[in-house]
């Protein structure tokens, strides 16, 4: 993972993460409690639960199922609104890129009552669906339940409910729980602000393995986190905005671009310069000596031609118009490059111009005019090269 706190994804980093227990007003059916306090038994015989017992029992999507209409119970109890169908499927549009039931760059399994999102997208998806209810800690897997329209990972029942003997329960509910459900369907800014001081991990799983780059303050945690950890390194930012899917397909984050165009400023051209160094690698590769790589998978054998170029492209619609508006001499300290990205690039690599042009400039309407002003950037004739 390319944010360092997501090695614990599942568990908030906050000391006030304290368990609420909620004595419920009776709404769950006499039913439905009696087939969870079956269930809790079933448990009880679970590899996840004991993992000597002979026989034991595999959980299943009654598990799932059961979990979540717990889970509801709790979050209504704690201020989580209720969302239409509508609402739930614009939400999972806007923040899963799951549109009529169908993801295009991850692997998910999409039943009437959940969607499962996988978290082990590099497995075999016969494999993903064998093992779909293990525990959280063995697959990452999460889960979109379509009747409750909420967000979970896989919950032993015990750790949710505890059942009197006259059927009386309580709910117990873990802050995090609540304020990641808040956030994503009901929009609640205080629990964003709550996730983005107690829970980052999930956040960043929601741009990194999800794609939702639409919030700028998610971006710029992710974007500080992974660049401030290594300054010299931070051409590995790139490795958030340009990737490859679970389908080897090229997927560019476009709201990480557009979120490093409006913070780019006369005296902080950080992202983009270090975009602009990441260009030079996708062309030139990356180190040969093992003990000085920076990237796992040298950039330069990882995206075809037509890919680098659209890299290439995207970041000179950001580096070429802030070098106009910001380099000057007051600000040549910070803006100490000679040239563009795309200028050098182009003259190592002229083959660059051309495929960008043939693919209509991918797009970009500020391209063919970036283009064209290149050779301003050419040093005259004559010129010692720097």
Request: charged content about 30%.
């Amino acid at each position: 993972m390319l944010l360092a706190l997501n090695s614990c994804k599942n568990k908030p980093t906050q000391n006030d993460s304290i368990l609420k227990e909620e004595i419920q007003k009776q709404d769950m059916p006499l039913t439905i409690i009696e087939e969870i306090k079956q269930h809790l038994e079933y448990q009880k015989r679970s590899s996840n639960e004991n993992e000597d017992i002979e026989n034991p029992y595999e959980r299943n999507s009654r598990d799932l199922e059961l979990a979540s209409i717990v889970i509801f119970e709790g979050l209504k109890n704690n201020g989580f609104k209720a969302v239409s169908d509508e609402v739930f499927n614009e939400k999972i549009k806007e923040i899963f890129g799951i549109e009529n039931l169908k993801n295009l760059h991850y692997k998910i399994h999409v039943t009437d009552s959940y969607i499962t999102l996988f978290g082990q997208q590099k497995e075999d998806y016969n494999f993903l669906i064998k093992n779909e209810f293990e525990g959280f800690a063995d697959t990452e897997n999460y889960y979109l339940l379509r009747k409750e329209h909420l967000f979970m990972e896989p919950h032993s029942l015990r750790y949710i409910i505890k059942i009197n003997k006259d059927n009386s329960y309580k709910i117990i509910i873990e802050p995090y729980l609540i304020h990641r459900n808040k956030y994503l369907f009901n929009n609640d800014k205080a629990s964003l602000a709550w996730l983005l001081n107690n829970d980052k991990s999930f956040l960043g799983t929601l741009l990194e393995n999800f794609g939702y780059d639409k919030e700028p303050k998610i971006n710029k945690m992710m974007l500080d986190s992974i660049y401030n950890r290594n300054p010299q390194r931070g051409e590995l930012i790139a490795n958030l905005i340009f990737i490859k899917d679970s389908y080897n397909k090229f997927q560019m984050r476009e709201g990480l671009l557009k979120y490093i165009e409006d913070n780019t400023r006369a005296k902080d051209n950080r992202y983009i310069y270090a975009l602009g160094d990441f260009a030079y690698v996708l062309y030139d590769g990356d180190v040969k000596d093992d003990a000085y790589k920076v990237f796992t998978e040298d950039p330069s054998k990882k995206f075809t031609d037509v890919e680098k170029a659209e890299i290439v492209a995207n970041i000179a619609n950001i580096e070429n118009p802030a070098i106009e508006k910001y380099k000057s001499l007051a600000s040549s300290d910070v803006w100490n490059k000679s040239g563009s990205s795309l200028y050098n690039i182009s003259v190592s690599h002229p083959e660059v111009i051309k495929i960008i042009e043939q693919h209509n400039y991918f797009g970009l309407p500020k391209m063919k005019e970036i283009i064209a002003k290149l050779q301003e950037e050419a040093p005259p004739t004559g010129a010692d090269p720097e």
